[in-house]
């Protein structure tokens, strides 16, 4: 069974300028690259950047109230760096990932092979993203289910 997550309501109160909408809070995601290519995994060599989707009434206006409103009660030095940002992944090959995230280069193996059975490469060999269907503060790391994606082209012979 799926679990529920917790919906916020965006009230003047609240900063959120009398929105009163109320949304179920999406997986939290991220895209992350290899800071130099190596052969072997190392989450020590990652660069990476956080997302969460935003509902459409969220606009840069309302960003910045909430961002206003909570840096008023927390400090925290990464504040600068959210923003609304629209993305469009284009061709993807993707796989559901079941266990640690350190067993992640194994599902991506099982993607290139995809890939190559389907005269497919990878249009960004740096970029990939995932998306975080469970929380790992809560689940086992054996039972963590991870979305890999990856963008694809067809490839040019």
């Given amino acids: 069974m799926a679990q529920a997550r917790k919906g916020i309501v965006l009230s003047e109160a609240a900063g959120g300028a009398g929105y009163g909408a109320e949304h ?5 995601g991220g895209a992350l690259k290899q800071i130099e ?3 072997q995994f190392d989450k020590n060599n990652l660069q990476y950047r956080v997302m969460i989707r935003q509902p ?3 606009t840069p206006d309302v960003l910045e109230a909430a961002i206003m409103n ?3 009660k927390k400090s925290l030095s990464r504040f600068k760096d959210v923003r609304l940002e629209s993305i469009e992944d284009g061709d993807c090959v993707q796989i559901l990932h079941v266990g640690p995230y350190d067993d ?3 599902s991506f193996m099982k993607v290139d092979e995809f890939c190559a059975a389907h005269n497919l490469q990878r249009a960004n060999d740096e970029w990939h993203r995932e998306i975080y269907l469970s929380d790992a503060r809560k689940v086992e790391p054996a039972k963590l289910k991870t979305v890999l ?3 694809v082209k067809s490839m040019q012979f």
């Fill in 56 to 58: 459409d009434f969220v």
């Fill in 24 to 28: 179920e809070v999406p997986c939290a």
């Fill in 37 to 39: 290519h190596t052969e």
């Fill in 149 to 151: 994606r990856v963008q």
């Fill in 104 to 106: 992640e280069p194994e």
């Fill in 70 to 72: 909570v840096s008023k």
